[in-house]
């Protein structure tokens, strides 16, 4: 599979022609200085955004750089527990206030707060891992600035066709139905994890796939009926629902956190997705 990916890299250097938040006020006049800003790279490149939304056709975003008030918003208890600390996060960061996170597509957001993590902490991310073989809890580093951007290309490999709309259409294999899915984003994600919280823990797991495809499916066959959609995603074998994930996973730009492990204690070496743990805002703590 052709992996068309590019390194997330460095900072863009700041658009001299965009001024950058000034800190002023009453009494701080000689402390006043600009607020350093820096572009990040979108896995979209803006091409699935309609047109009207501020990030249509746009590469990149530009975001200031984490301080103490964004560090008191990633520990605030009430933030927490309502699970937007994240959110409030991102709307401090972002510069152009139009830009609301939760319309972002999740490659996009999760581009931005990989960005915030680096500039804020530096490249290099400490966690702790158990390796697959030995079952070993150690402590592993990974590097940030190794993560790579994916375009969503691939996904013509399973014929799945897109829409001028910003959705796509794709086959399903077993029934031989034309499903048409949309991308996610960070509103959707949000509300597909309060509701999986929401149900009995036992049965949290059942549900999980069934509560994704219903976030991802906005036709079957031409029907819309969420009644129609809910029928076909319980009925649905397992070879479609496997096809149909496999193509929104090619579909939706996104950060490859993919790196290298490989075990202190019995050399067992694999390719991982970097865990994102607490640690990862609050390193050494």
Request: hydrophobic share 30%; aromatic share 6%; proline share 5%.
């Amino acid at each position: 599979m052709s992996r068309n990916r590019g390194r997330t890299g460095g900072n863009t250097p700041q658009d001299t022609a965009t001024p950058a938040p000034v800190l002023q006020g009453a009494g701080i006049e000689g402390f006043s200085f600009v607020v350093p800003t820096e572009f990040v790279e979108l896995p979209s490149k803006g091409l699935l955004y309609p047109e009207g939304h501020p990030l249509h056709d746009q590469e990149t975003i530009e975001i200031k750089q984490l301080t103490a008030k964004e560090e008191d918003m990633l520990t605030s208890r009430t933030l927490l527990k309502k699970g937007v600390a994240i959110e409030r996060v991102l709307e401090s960061l972002i510069t152009d206030k139009s830009i609301h996170p939760d319309h972002l597509l999740v490659g996009d957001r999760n581009a931005i707060i990989i960005a915030t993590r680096v500039s804020g902490y530096g490249n290099e991310y400490t966690t702790a891992v158990t390796c697959p073989s030995c079952e070993t809890k150690q402590e592993y580093t990974f590097d940030l600035n190794e993560a790579e951007i994916y375009d969503g290309s691939d996904v013509d490999t399973l014929d799945t066709r897109y829409n001028e709309d910003g959705t796509f259409t794709v086959t399903l294999p077993r029934l031989q139905m034309d499903v048409v899915f949309r991308l996610l984003t960070g509103a959707d994600e949000r509300e597909m994890t309060s509701k999986l919280q929401k149900k009995d823990k036992r049965n949290s797991h059942e549900k999980l796939v069934t509560q994704q495809l219903r976030n991802l499916i906005v036709s079957v066959k031409g029907e819309t009926s969420q009644e129609i959609i809910d029928y076909v995603i319980e009925n649905m074998p397992s070879t479609d629902s496997q096809h149909l994930r496999m193509a929104y996973k090619l579909a939706a730009p996104n950060v490859d956190l993919t790196q290298h492990f490989e075990c202190n204690e019995c050399d067992f070496e694999q390719d991982m997705e970097v865990p994102l743990t607490a640690d990862f805002f609050w390193p050494n703590r």
